[in-house]
């Protein structure tokens, strides 16, 4: 056995530090963003990679209705090769889709940016970031200019005294974190009272419980109470924002009493939240997925915003506004072009300066790269019919587990000429393809992710993948050498040294950042614009990223959810993670310590509302919306809000939440509602 590797956790933007060893067996390191420690999760990964179920060869099927059937590479390749060739010359470059992922290392996403709009020419890419970060990312682009989800390091959290959460559910999600919040009073706004919120009310902080979508009314009656008891920074906001006024004539009507009417808070908490704020010397705004993913996600996650601009945090020493990113390289993955709008360094699509650079790296015309395309809801929506794509690659994503409204998104997929999907283990979506390719994963390959705070990291190879398998990057690669397109290099640092360039000048700018600096263990954050620039830890020290300087404040109304609850579906669900497993449950559903702890979709309801329902504790459910209906079993949660069920999104087939999500889009982010659709609750006899 050679000695263990320093690398990263494969699964959330903490990115723990970890020593892998050949036998897969897994310590934490020190790294100061995870503080040493790992979760659950991150300790049992190791299961991974010597797992029995993972693939090993591509599988291929003749015809739709015939069982898939191990392959040779050449084969599979030349085979997906010829049909993307076939249908770009029957109904044009657009015909070619393709599905990234935010878990995919900044390598990866790049090249798959370029290869979608060099070698197949389609503008129908995006990724399922969009069904993570789309709001947060809009939100910080319009109110700071930039989006870097922490636009300080995690460490700096260590200091502070108080930090609001806002739809975090970090003591579940990111665990290490929650060593970071140690000395500070922590305040959580959740609908549900989670681990999180027990943590904050046994360290004599408050937990906040707004009904599903109301968020945005109560960080209206918050700012109201911030002007109404004189804790506005007037000197902040005149010297560093423009906006209040406009921010002001809407929160003027929200007065903490008639926001405590429709998100059921009461003023009092919001009072004494905003004072508590004010009066700290160093403190926080942190939102995360509870804000965002709503069909006003982005006005909401902006009304928070307001509300840290209003007291004076962001920017100053000590104190801030952040989003919590989600996925391992969420961060990364939405700057370096597999999102529909984007090409790298986070540069726009549109933009005529950011098309002519990055055409001048990959040596083509700028006309020559297609326009922005579909986002991910809408992508999938339209596979397979009318003029929407014929064929989808799926790198890194598990759309039948995590898409909203899963059940139409398998109509779609069904409807295809072609599915092809690169995958570790064969997950929902590898079950429904035409060609699986069988790829490595985290700790079998080399490449670079960035965190939740915007540095960059090495993961490195500790274990050589199983024979047969190959790299995204090498498969991306191979068909674009069967496609005859030159200029995909399969070494990660080669396509790194190919991100730097497309990044240098952009709002990301990764110039600076190379393998040898960060390998000598520099620790690097950026923008990094140079070889011998330090990279930039915290933003907005002195300005904004806005030409003027200046962070906008952005006046928004509340509008409630999308779907409202009625007679035939009087209760609101909500879905969200749970600690033992991470995303799709793709790799943590196959590691049998996690699989025992959670094997199932469950229901979390209040006892008085299931009993509504004629429901025992422990009984299988149906959840039913208007989409379709998720088998879930009852927990019983004396803590639930009586109007809301949770349920984890983890599972697929006939658990899988996203069974009953709504597909309603935020206009600015094109982020779905997962966060509430109106359900009721079923018995279901059970054989
Ligand atoms: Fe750390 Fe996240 Fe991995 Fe847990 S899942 S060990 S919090 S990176």
Redesign the pocket.
Known sequence: MTAPVAT?????????G?WVDTAGNVR?RAVRT?GG???????T?GTLLHHPQRLTTPLMRARRDAPLAAAGWDAALGHVAGRLLALRTEHGPDAVAVFGAGGLTNEKAYLLGKFARVALGTSQIDYNGRFCMSSAAAAGNRAFGVDRGLPFPVSDLDGAQVVVLVGANVAE?????MGHLARARLVVVDPRRTPTAERALTGGGLHLGPAPGTDLALALGMLHAAVVDGHVDTGYLAARTTGFDDVWRVAAQWWPERAERVCGVPAADMRAVVALLAAAERRYVLTARGTEQHSRGVDTVSAWINLALALGLPGSPGSGFGTITGQ?NGQGGREHGQKADQLPGYRHIADPAARAHVAGVWGVEPDSLPGPGRSATELLAALGRGGGPRALLVFGSNVLVSAPDTGAVAERLAALDLLVVADVFPGETAGAADVVLPVAQWAEEEGTVTNLEGRVLRRRRAVRPPPGVRTDLEVVAGLAGELGVPGFPADPEAVFDELRAASAGGPADYSGVSYSRLDAGEVLHWPCPGDGHPGTPRLFADRFAHPDGRARLVAVDHTGPAEPVDAEYPLYATTGRVLVH?QSGAQTRRVAELAEIAPETVVEVHPDTAARAGLADGEQARVVSRRGAVLARVRYLASMRLDTVFVPFHFGGEGAANLVTNPVLDPVSRMPEFKVCAVRLEPVVEP
């Open positions: 990263h956790c494969p699964y959330c933007a903490l990115q723990c970890q934490a995870g420690g790992l979760c659950q999760k991150g300790w990964a999600t990111m665990p290490p974190l391992g991470y």
